[in-house]
């Protein structure tokens, strides 16, 4: 394999796959483990993929990985979309009350979300959370870029419908 191919994988998609982890509840070390597992893994193993699909495999590697560090440890995961302690957003200047309602809608989201199946919670938080176009989520999942409109649509339908059931 091509170490300067390597180097610009690392570079372009490393950051991501941390992000996404952390969103997803992992702790700093954890995540940093992952992507480095993750990587270390595909370098022994990269005779056997084609390098269109390279992402797609190291996101694969990552996100088992997670899982199975999960189990190891008995930890339910839980997705986490605000970096922030509650308490600290009392100390802003904004108003309190609309900082308690963004907080309750954070959490009516979360919830949701944890209703959802593993692939839909991915694009999701790929999309809305981190802000990846089509053509990235395509690359990094290995889809084409109609597949993942598709499975978006399909995504934020789940999503309406489950928040529907459980706010009604």
Do not use: P
């Not at 270390?40 to 797609?56: C, E, M, P, Q, W």
């Not at 986490?80 to 959490?107: C, G, P, Y």
């Not at 690359?139 to 870029?145: F, S, T």
């Amino acid at each position: 394999m091509d170490s300067h191919f390597l180097l610009m994988l690392y570079q372009k998609q490393a950051k991501i796959i941390y992000y996404y982890l952390l969103k997803n509840g992992c702790s700093h070390e954890d995540a940093e483990d992952i992507v480095q597992e993750s990587y270390t893994r595909f370098i022994s193993y990269s005779n056997g993929v084609a390098s269109d699909k390279a992402l797609g495999y190291i996101f694969t590697i990552a996100i088992n990985e997670f899982k199975r560090t999960g189990k190891q440890k008995g930890k339910e995961q839980s997705i986490s979309i605000d970096s922030q302690h509650f308490w600290n957003n009392f100390t802003n200047e904004a108003d309190t009350e609309k900082l308690v309602l963004q907080r309750e809608m954070k959490l009516d989201i979360q919830k949701t979300l944890n209703h959802l199946n593993d692939s839909h919670q991915q694009l999701l938080i790929l999309k809305y959370e981190l802000d990846l176009s089509y053509k990235e989520i395509g690359l990094l999942l290995g889809m084409k870029i109609e597949t993942v409109r598709t499975y978006l649509f399909r995504a934020r339908k789940a999503f309406q419908q489950t928040w529907r059931d459980l706010n009604e």
